[in-house]
């Protein structure tokens, strides 16, 4: 097991009701973590076209996870 | 010069072109992007930009290296707002200035292609009918 905080952003953090949460997962990855948070949060969806990032560097959803870690998800951006 | 910022105050848009002035540049191009007031069939009243400023800046100061060495440009620059906006308010800038304008040109087309792209931004639209919602979203959240 894992110890991670996962941070919410924008229509994630409106989804689920929490900007961050410190968590024990076996998730391998930050795309089986979402789905596992997307099972605790009912109004969690989907990450396709989303971004993640691990540790404030952005990653790739299939990244491994380490203890300690935070991973920031990311909904589709749209800046400009 | 090369520099990328996020601001919640209006963006003073000559003081930012001076940034860029350079003695061996003979051209500058500056891409503004404004609040509109409509989207896909609905009419926009105001925008709200979340921003998450430490990654934002990080990843827009790369894609300003990347540019720099794709097209050979000597300066470029970009600030995006956050907060809310009104209609006219201008919601991201970028400047570059080349010895020659088809590199500027190119450099300022693609600085903000990416930006679009790659960083952690996000826009909520609120509209005449009273609803609002986060742009290109849709499959983020269950509806409540």
Excluded at chain 2, 30 to 40: A, L, P, S, T, Y
Excluded at chain 2, 119 to 132: Q, T
């Amino acid at each position: 097991m894992n110890q991670v905080s996962v941070r919410y952003f924008a229509a994630f953090r409106e989804a689920t009701g929490i900007e961050i949460e410190q968590l024990q997962t076996t998730a391998y990855s930050p795309a089986e973590l979402f789905i596992e948070c997307a099972a605790r949060h009912d109004r969690l969806q989907s990450f396709s076209r989303a971004l993640v990032a691990i540790n404030d560097e952005m990653t790739d959803w299939d990244a491994p996870i380490e203890d300690g870690d935070e991973v920031l998800f990311f909904p589709p951006v749209a800046g400009g | 010069m090369k520099s990328f910022e996020i601001t919640s105050e209006p963006i003073d848009l000559s003081a930012f072109r001076r940034r860029l002035l350079d003695n061996a540049c003979g051209a500058y191009v500056q891409f503004d992007g404004w609040v509109r007031d409509h989207n896909e069939g609905q009419e926009v009243l105001r925008l709200e930009y979340e921003v998450y400023t430490p990654l934002a800046v990080k990843e827009g100061l790369i894609i300003i290296d990347e540019a720099i060495e794709k097209f050979g440009i000597r300066n470029a620059c970009g600030i995006h707002r956050g907060g809310l906006l009104e209609l006219t308010d201008v919601a991201v800038v970028v400047g570059v200035s080349s010895p020659h304008r088809a590199a500027a040109f190119d450099a300022c087309r693609y600085i903000i292609d990416e930006v679009k792209q790659r960083l952690p931004i996000w826009k909520k639209e609120y509209y005449a009918s009273g609803e609002a919602e986060w742009v290109n979203c849709q499959h983020c959240a269950h509806p409540m």
